[in-house]
């Protein structure tokens, strides 16, 4: 299994991609910084909507409302995410797969991909009983607090990728 991972990842490596982002100058920071701009895409409206779900402006702006305005934000964030990781992850995907960080950061990602889940599946359905001025019911207020603490590892995982 090792050995197929191991395979796969010097595949990447040898791709046309993965030779062009090496053989470029400055596209590598280019593709860190935009990593960056989508990280702050991802978590700043998520944490925005997060902090209503714990209460923060209860009496004026609807839960669905921030939802409507925020999420998609925060969807085109995640791809933004995604596109400049994996690109940044080809020119040396062995040795970064290899570092202790990564399976803590794919772990992270995937704990909070399914807190977004269960609370869009269970949660969000009885929105229309606390939408204004009802407190939030406390698997949202859970779902919040989940959401806040899992994107914050993700960022520490990610920063930790570059040293161990
Ligand atoms: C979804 C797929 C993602 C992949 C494949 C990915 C992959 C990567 C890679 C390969 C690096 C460069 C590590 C190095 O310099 O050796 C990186 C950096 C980083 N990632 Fe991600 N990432 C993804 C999503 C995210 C998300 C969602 C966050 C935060 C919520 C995040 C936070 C970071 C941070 C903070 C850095 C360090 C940036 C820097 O200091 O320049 N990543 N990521």
Redesign the pocket.
């Known amino acids: 299994m090792a050995l197929e991972m191991g395979g796969i990842f010097s595949w990447m490596e040898n791709t046309g991609l993965a030779e062009a982002i090496r053989g470029t100058a400055y596209l590598y920071p280019i593709l860190?910084s935009v990593?960056?701009i989508g990280?702050a895409l991802?978590?700043g409206p998520a944490a925005a909507f997060d902090l209503r779900l714990l209460g923060l402006g209860r009496r004026a702006l609807r839960v669905s409302t921030a939802a409507d305005y925020l999420l998609p934000l925060s969807h085109l964030g995640?791809m933004i995410?995604?596109v400049t990781?994996?690109a940044?992850?080809l020119p040396?995907a062995s040795l970064?797969a290899d570092r202790g960080s990564a399976p803590w950061?794919l772990g992270l990602?995937v704990l909070a991909g399914l807190n977004i889940l269960i609370f869009h599946l269970r949660t969000y359905r009885s929105v229309a009983d606390w939408d204004v001025n009802r407190s939030t019911p406390a698997a949202a207020r859970f779902a919040a607090v989940v959401s806040l603490i899992s994107?914050s590892c993700?960022?520490v995982a990610?920063?930790l990728?570059?040293y161990t």
């Open positions: 860190e990593h960056i990280i991802l978590i995640f995410a995604a990781g994996v940044m992850f040396g970064i950061k990602i994107w993700v960022t990610g920063r990728l570059a």
